[in-house]
């Protein structure tokens, strides 16, 4: 396995970011390869900014050190594009994340029914309580919910698995020791104890706007389908389905009132065919059951009284 600190030294580097990164790791194989090549190997790829390859020729590994050492005392462990449990699924999309950090309990993602669930953070009670009561079905019936953090839908979609006794995934835009909103502390807490807490940046980021929509095709390349419960005409939501649209992954929308500013987006990726409209758990999982049938027996959806308990 390459040296952590190589893979930690390329992420961090001004200037290269998104599939840039990408293709410099394929040109030259390994971390350790770009580290050691040399200004007229950088030039001779072609392609990179001026700002990138003063980036590159900066060969101090103290940024590196630091981030390992507050891994160490934080409880994170990390995951590199190369490591042979890396998701096959995240790998395979447009720009994977090269390292991830995580701390909890690490899951073989490809072999998991992984349902990403996103929605607005102005959630509705209509929105909150679909989305508490679909994320508790799904996981009752094998599913893995995989969400963000952030207020609204996917908080609801975190408590609703959690309530059920299932674990979550839950991908962040910031370091995993940043708890964003402050208020969800223990939802953080929770979610390191019985699922895993991921991210793409290292601890010590805080969580800033841009980082969010970067985020958010890590939510739709871990997981086999993307549902979005509540969005308005624009914003996170539709990016994460584009996404998922992108990286041919299932998509579902939950149907809204018509006229609700909170329902625009879902019912339009319905009317537009770009999403299946969903009703409950079942909706989801049979687009699904054939591939993964010793994942999703038939066990019997809780009654509606018990899910909201």
């Not at 890590?218 to 990016?239: K, N, Y």
């Not at 998922?244 to 990726?269: H, K, Y």
Request: proline share 6%.
């Amino acid at each position: 396995m390459s040296n952590l600190k190589h893979w930690i030294w390329l992420t961090q580097r001004r200037g290269i970011a998104g599939q840039a990164a990408v293709q410099i790791l394929k040109h030259f194989g390994s971390p350790e390869q770009v580290y050691a090549a040399d200004r007229g190997a950088y030039e001779t790829m072609g392609g990179l900014s001026s700002t990138a390859i003063r980036s590159l020729l900066d060969k101090s590994l103290d940024r590196a050190d630091q981030i390992l050492g507050d891994c160490d005392r934080l409880g994170i462990q990390l995951l590199t594009l190369q490591d042979s449990t890396y998701p096959e699924r995240l790998a395979a999309i447009h720009q994977p994340p090269m390292v991830l950090y995580w701390k909890g309990r690490q899951f073989a993602m490809d072999e998991e029914v992984a349902i990403a669930m996103v929605g607005a953070r102005e959630a509705t009670p209509y929105g909150v309580d679909v989305a508490m009561r679909l994320s508790a079905e799904l996981t009752r019936r094998g599913a893995l919910i995989v969400t963000g953090m952030a207020q609204g839908i996917d908080a609801c979609a975190v408590r609703g698995a959690l309530k059920m006794g299932g674990p979550v995934v839950s991908v962040i835009a910031g370091g995993l020791d940043r708890v964003y909103p402050w208020y969800h502390k223990d939802l953080y807490e929770d979610v390191a104890a019985v699922g895993t807490l991921m991210s793409e940046y290292p601890p010590g980021t805080d969580h800033k706007a841009g980082h969010f929509p970067i985020r958010n095709r890590i939510l739709s390349g871990l997981s086999v389908g993307v549902i979005a419960v509540e969005s308005a005409r624009s914003g996170g939501t539709l990016l994460t389905i584009g996404h998922a649209i992108d990286q041919n992954r299932e998509v579902f929308a939950v149907p809204g009132p018509i006229g609700a500013p909170m329902s625009e987006g879902t019912n339009r990726l319905i009317q537009l065919g770009s999403a299946k409209l969903i009703l409950n758990a079942d909706d989801v999982l049979c687009e699904f059951v054939q591939r993964f049938p010793a994942k999703l027996g038939r066990k019997p959806l809780l009654p509606p009284a018990a899910a909201e308990q």
